[in-house]
């Protein structure tokens, strides 16, 4: 009886202690509102920092939070400073689960921003739903964010991979026509999404393989591209398989076009992951719908590189970081335009207003129907190692309209390179 | 053969007051397992909700953490692929509810499914001794992931399943509801599995285990004692992955990676093998630890540090509390009383 009493005791105890850590940042400002008080709005994410897809991805958290440092700094946003919270998750959807739940019952986060992942982020939706979080700009171009009856507090950021495989198609018919064109892709919504719009306009593909991030050998898929006498291949990859693919084919002497989705070919990332190997980049065609890291000239750039500089300890300036820091300044932009008075309702119905002129080449979707983020992309090829810029922006959409080219003037950002209210 | 046998179920057989029973009064099981409900309900009303979301986990892993210790300290049968095991669990629970949308009968399911499976690994299992059984159950535990890929028609490879519940009663939070299901459930495993080791069963486990040829003198029949031993602990591993696939409303295989069964050997070995109490210790770890670990890396300010911290402080633990108290956490009390009366 006395085991039984000292261990009901230690147990009542231990839980007890495990109470006391939790703080939280209950509000005491606008109306009781999660996360909110009159001088600060706690924001969170889940980002894979560790694990099979943290190549690349774990940049984007540290940039918007630099870019949120800087807006701190210029006084922040009506007044409150934003506080961003980084969970790790490592690509690993029962830890999204977890860490999630950590930042909305336990840090009492206002809105998840830019939680990273497909199969991670889709496995949080429901529970993100009941407890009425904001689900703010999702880091992944799964059509699931676009359901706004279902899920009427998620949105996207990315171009969707349909209409980006439409994107990617209309390059191939147009400029790679009569080759045999085939398609590598993840298992997931990712891989199907993007390989839906790469068929709309390209009818079936002469051979397609897909791969999962748990395993890191992507040799029998090459293999049997290869033997398929594939001249063009499609890769709706991750960075690090995109550079496993790369590296592969060339093992085996398999030298085909690689056209790639755009969350898969930040050329820094994927050159890093080839090492010795990154000259096998060349000629590689791409997606992108934000400026270009080496475009000096541009004025966003010359802001995220300012911003770099002052507040991300200087890290290495590529894609990633221009992400990251995109969806700092979005949703800058939606805190600015939900208000003073700050509540869930207000920030999801300034994002539905839509109206948000960024570094974006196209305009974002978003509407009362429409949760989706970009409508489109330009394409991009890699030159002596860079990317550079190929013909014009397009737009479409996930159904079956045209892809047409896009005719709209870039904005520039504000002086102080922090968005007016 | 024959040079490995003795060794190998010896080894996991830590000798302490709390293992081999003495004469000694011990409270039944059915008053423990009162008192426990009592406590776990008193908890999910002060609890916050996200730590009885946490107590809800430990709830569940309490079920595979009694099931594991009952086969691997009472039986000697060590298995590295529970983790398998509460997958097949938690897809089967995963298939059945969002094809009937009745929780019930998808858990019944989930069990006689695991049933099933812990009986074909259990067979195998039988006629395997040490390394051999380690290295059969090692290999259903890494087969996962590919099954997965391999039948992603069904299974939907690394993405998984999400699982559609009906929301909980109005007048209780969505944590607290939680927490009474799977405590429920673990309350339940834990009453039968001890009032199982209670009698003959546990008998003929512990004989099996301390020396299988006194043990077929005795008129015990060993295969079957081992595969029962494994079909039951099995069993237990299924309503703990059906628990998870209801607790994180999806399934996928990186939920059950190999590192789950590894963890969880360690968490019984830590808590005490072949003791319930020690079970208990061992799910409260596989919570605790990883979130200290996750807050002292944030702290540190290192995030790469965050998901790979918590394999450390465990293997850390393991060897300090092997050293410290052999028996694991739950000899410790028992150590003491030991060590008072010396003293006296």
Redesign the interface.
């Known amino acids: 009886m006395k085991r039984t009493a000292t261990t009901v005791l230690a147990v009542v105890l231990l839980a007890t202690a495990g109470c006391t850590n939790d703080g939280g940042g209950g509000g005491t400002g606008s109306a009781n509102v999660p996360g909110v008080t009159d001088s600060s709005v706690i924001v969170g994410t889940h980002m894979p920092l560790t694990g099979p897809a943290a190549a690349g991805y774990s940049k984007i958290a540290p940039a918007t939070k630099a870019y949120f440092d800087y807006v701190n700094k210029n006084g922040g946003v009506h007044g409150r400073k934003i506080e961003y919270k980084i969970k790790d998750d490592g690509y690993n959807p029962a830890n999204t689960q977890t860490v999630v739940r950590e930042l909305v019952l336990q840090d009492k986060v206002f809105a998840v921003l830019n939680g990273l992942g497909t199969p991670t982020h889709t496995g949080v939706l429901d529970f993100l739903k009941t407890n009425r979080v904001p689900d703010l700009f999702v880091a992944s171009g799964s059509r699931s964010w676009n359901q706004a009856d279902k899920y009427p507090g998620t949105f996207g950021f990315n171009p969707d991979y349909t209409v980006e495989g439409k994107i990617l198609g209309t390059y191939v018919k147009e400029n790679l026509a009569g080759k045999k064109a085939c398609f590598l892709g993840q298992d997931d919504d990712f891989g199907r999404d993007s390989l839906a719009g790469i068929e709309k306009i390209l009818g079936s593909v002469a051979a397609k393989e897909s791969y999962v991030t748990s395993n890191p050998n992507v040799g029998p898929q090459m293999g049997a591209l290869k033997a398929a006498g594939c001249e063009v291949v499609l890769l709706a990859t991750v960075p690090g398989f995109t550079a496993l693919s790369i590296g592969t084919a060339a093992k085996i002497a398999f030298k085909p076009q690689f056209v790639v989705s755009n969350v898969g070919a930040d050329p820094t990332t994927v050159g890093k992951a080839l090492g010795a190997g990154a000259p096998l980049m060349e000629g590689l065609v791409a997606t992108n719908y934000l400026p270009l890291t080496t475009d000096e000239a541009n004025p966003w750039i010359q802001l995220f590189k300012k911003v770099n500089a002052e507040h991300n300890g200087n890290a290495e300036f590529d894609n990633n970081t221009v992400y990251g820091m995109s969806v700092g300044y979005l949703f800058v932009q939606a805190l600015q335009a939900a208000g003073k008075d700050l509540t869930r309702d207000k920030l999801t119905e300034a994002v539905k207003k839509n109206g948000f002129q960024g570094p974006g080449l196209v305009p974002l979707r978003f509407s009362a129907t429409d949760h989706s983020g970009y409508g489109g992309a330009q394409l991009t090829k890699v030159v002596g190692g860079k990317a550079a810029w190929v013909g014009t922006p397009y737009t479409t959409d996930d159904k079956d309209a045209p892809v047409t080219a896009y005719q709209g003037q870039a904005a520039t950002p504000p002086q102080n390179g922090v968005p007016a209210a | 053969m024959t040079d490995v046998k003795p060794k190998a179920s010896a080894a996991p057989v830590p000798d302490t007051g709390l293992i081999v029973p003495k004469r000694r009064r011990r409270?039944h099981p059915v008053l423990?397992i009162a008192?426990?409900a009592v406590?776990v309900v008193a908890?999910t009303y002060?609890?916050?909700?996200?730590?009885n979301?946490?107590?809800a986990t430990v709830g569940a892993y309490f079920c595979v953490t009694a099931g594991l210790t009952v086969l691997t300290g009472l039986n000697g049968q060590l298995s590295l692929g529970h983790g398998a095991l509460m997958a097949t669990g938690a897809y089967t629970l995963a298939l059945t509810q969002n094809k009937f949308m009745n929780l019930p009968f998808s858990f019944a399911v989930a069990i006689l499914v695991t049933t099933a499976a812990g009986a074909v690994i259990g067979l195998a299992a039988a006629r395997l001794r040490g390394p051999y059984l380690a290295g059969l159950t090692l290999a259903v535990a890494i087969v996962v992931?590919?099954v997965t890929?391999t039948f992603?028609e069904t299974f939907?490879?690394?993405?998984?399943l999400?699982v559609v519940l009906d929301?909980p009663p109005e007048a209780f939070p969505?944590?607290q509801w939680q927490a009474w299901l799977c405590w429920s459930a673990a309350l339940v495993v834990v009453l039968l599995l001890a009032l199982l080791v209670r009698g003959r069963f546990g008998r003929d486990l512990r004989a099996v285990r301390d020396d299988e040829t006194a043990a077929r003198l005795a008129g015990i029949n060993i295969a079957r004692t081992q595969v029962l031993a494994f079909v039951v602990s099995a069993v237990c591993a299924g309503v703990a992955g059906a628990l998870?696939a209801v607790?994180?409303?999806?399934v996928?295989?990186?939920?059950f990676?190999l590192t789950l069964s590894l963890f969880l050997i360690m968490a019984i070995v830590i808590g005490g093998l072949g003791s319930l109490?020690g079970a208990?210790w061992g799910a409260?770890l596989l919570v605790?630890l990883p979130t200290l670990s996750q807050?002292v890396g944030e702290q540190t300010g290192s995030?790469?540090l965050?998901?790979?911290l918590a394999l450390i402080v465990f293997g850390v633990v393991l060897v300090v509390v092997m050293l410290a108290a052999p028996g694991g956490l739950a000899s410790i009390?028992?150590r003491i009383?030991r060590l008072i009366r010396r003293n006296r």
Do not use: C, H
Request: proline share 16%; aromatic share 8%.
């Open positions: 409270p423990v008192i426990g406590v908890l002060v609890l916050p909700p996200f730590r979301y946490q107590l992931p590919s890929s992603d939907n490879s690394d993405q998984g999400s929301p969505m944590e998870f607790l994180a409303q999806s996928s295989p990186g939920a990676p109490f208990l409260v605790v807050s995030q790469r965050e998901g790979n009390p028992s009383t």
